[in-house]
């Protein structure tokens, strides 16, 4: 199905359900804007956000297809989260003791690459993207990396797509649960050095595994407009 015939309905749909929601809303507000940009001025944040050089109707032309993009990047991300929730809370309960604050907590790494499965399950290229900050020696530069919280910088993972930041467990960090944005967004800044990147683990890659029939079942049964094939894996 080509993008045009496939936007307005995703558009339509998802404008007057989950983006009314205010639990869902993945742009931040004024105030929010305002602190997490004073303090990443404070510490030197040296990245722009991007801008459209076309105008007139290549610029009309290039915001509805950004638009189109990551309209369908928020329902990707906002039904896999959904459909995720229930499984963090049976890896929290093999996992046993401390229990998490949220049912999103500590499954970053694993919940991030299964969205890239998904993302690609659908024919968009996407990759996992992290960064743990080092623990700083007096003296020591270190590199400020992962993602940007009042309490400064976290190790955290997310996703990369088509020029977008998708994220669906920010919400352990007080984000919003699913978060679209450019990659250029200085909120998030994946590790320079491999040494303090995040990866996925054997255990985490067969969790995957184990729930991914259930995933392309769910997709073909409930959004078909998200996925190729019904059936493909």
Known sequence: MSRSAEGPQLG???????????????????SQNSSLHGKREAIGADRERPQLVASGQAAIDL???????????????????????????????LWGPPPPAMPSQWTCVRSSMFLVRALHRCGIEARLQSGQPPKKAPG???EDC?????????????????????????DQFGHAPVVVLPAA?????????????????????AAIDEIWPSWCSYVDQRCPLMGGEPGLP
């Open 185 to 205: 967004d200085t909120t998030y800044r994946p590790a320079r050095d491999e040494a303090y990147t995040l990866t996925a683990t054997k255990n985490g890659m």
């Open 63 to 93: 915001r509805e297809g950004i638009a189109d993009v990551q309209m369908m990047l928020l329902a990707v991300a906002t039904t896999a989260r959904t459909f995720l929730l229930p499984h963090w809370s049976r890896w929290h309960h």
């Open 146 to 170: 992962g993602l940007f919280t009042a309490e400064g910088w976290v190790g955290h993972a997310w996703v990369e797509a088509n020029g977008f930041v998708v994220d669906i467990t920010a």
């Open 140 to 142: 020591i530069a270190g």
């Open 12 to 30: 339509a749909s998802f404008r007057s359900g989950l983006l009314a929601n205010d639990a869902w809303v993945t742009t931040r507000t004024a």
